[in-house]
């Protein structure tokens, strides 16, 4: 329900150089003035921080570690039923805290053993070629705020939950981990904006919201699915096509709603020899004549 790199709430600096998240109306947190302190603190760690230094400590409260434990339990049961034996097995090799929110610091600290990846915080939008670009080093922008207590299974914008819940685990298997880094690779290389969006919009269908068949069901890998604990139990009522490099690079998608059209792998192989193979050789003149083919 929310697009990566895109939909951060934006920050603002104050004449006082003090940071300011800019929450919507609609937002569960707008009128909460302790919560929004918390988010405008939290966001001054990111801008704060130094490339290559270790990640600022948020100091969470006991309400927020309350709320990673209550959705992590009730993900992690979800997750046995509905993700892929991948992303599960990947999820028993990090071995993330249940019962408190970890630090960026600490994910990466726990990740680098085993597949090279590290956590950078973001304090609000990300521009699509950084975001994309860092992940072929083994980079991950990530938030460090959590959803408001109020709505703890839903949140408007990814938070701590998504990132780490969603992506860590995945990025701790070493075959998904690869096509992180394949998109990054593939990000850097290609210099137009429209084959930029191509490849984000891949990204999106795939290590967002892809499924598969796996152990003979159809099962999620995509951490916007596998960190929404409502959208995990409609995914298999969507609109599930065949998995279609061109057709995922030009599909719309609304970000406000749980996505109504996703595209399958027939399993981890034919995603690494589609997906992979298509990150690994993109190029600015392959993507323009794939989207020409569509007009």
């Known amino acids: 329900m929310f697009?990566?790199?895109?939909?951060?709430?934006?920050?603002?600096?104050?004449?006082?150089?003090?940071?300011?998240?800019?929450?919507?109306?609609?937002?569960?947190?707008?009128?909460?003035?302790?919560?929004?302190?918390?988010?405008?603190a939290i966001a001054?760690?990111?801008?704060?921080h130094v490339p290559g230094s270790p990640i600022p400590t948020a100091e969470y409260t006991d309400q927020e570690h309350e709320v990673w434990a209550l959705v992590s339990e009730a993900l992690a049961i979800k997750h046995r039923k509905y993700a892929t034996a991948e992303y599960l097995e990947a999820t028993e090799r990090l071995r993330l805290p249940a019962e408190r929110i970890p630090q960026l610091q600490e994910v990466g600290d726990l990740l680098e053993p085993l597949t090279g990846f590290r956590y950078l915080p973001a304090a609000g939008l990300v521009p699509l070629r950084d975001f994309y670009?860092?992940?072929?080093?083994?980079?991950f922008h990530s938030t460090q705020y959590i959803r408001h207590h109020s709505t703890p299974l839903y949140t408007p914008e990814p938070d701590v939950i998504h990132e780490v819940i969603g992506h860590a685990n995945a990025l701790a298997s070493d075959r998904y981990s690869?096509?992180?880094?394949?998109?990054?690779?593939?990000?850097?290389?290609v210099e137009s904006k429209q084959a930029l969006e191509f490849i984000s919009?891949?990204?999106?269908?795939?290590?967002?919201?892809?499924?598969?068949?796996?152990?003979?069901?159809?099962?999620a890998y995509g951490a916007g699915i596998l960190s929404s604990y409502g959208e995990i139990e409609e995914f298999r009522g969507m609109d599930i096509r065949p998995l279609d490099l061109v057709a995922m690079g030009t599909t719309h998608y609304d970000?406000?709603?749980?996505q109504n059209?996703?595209?399958?792998?027939?399993?981890?192989e034919h995603l690494e020899d589609?997906?992979?193979?298509?990150?690994?050789?993109?190029d600015d003149e392959i993507i323009a004549k794939m989207v020409a083919d569509v007009r």
């Open 201 to 219: 919009k891949i990204f999106w269908f795939t290590l967002e919201f892809g499924v598969m068949t796996d152990q003979g069901d159809l099962r």
């Open 261 to 268: 059209v996703l595209f399958r792998a027939e399993s981890l």
């Open 178 to 189: 690869r096509l992180y880094r394949l998109a990054g690779d593939a990000a850097r290389r």
């Open 44 to 48: 001054a760690l990111a801008v704060s």
């Open 255 to 258: 970000i406000t709603k749980y």
């Open 274 to 282: 589609v997906v992979g193979g298509f990150w690994a050789t993109c």
């Open 3 to 40: 697009e990566e790199a895109q939909y951060f709430a934006p920050t603002a600096t104050r004449d006082d150089g003090t940071i300011e998240v800019e929450l919507a109306k609609s937002h569960p947190g707008f009128a909460d003035p302790v919560y929004r302190a918390r988010r405008n």
């Open 133 to 139: 670009g860092v992940l072929a080093d083994g980079l």
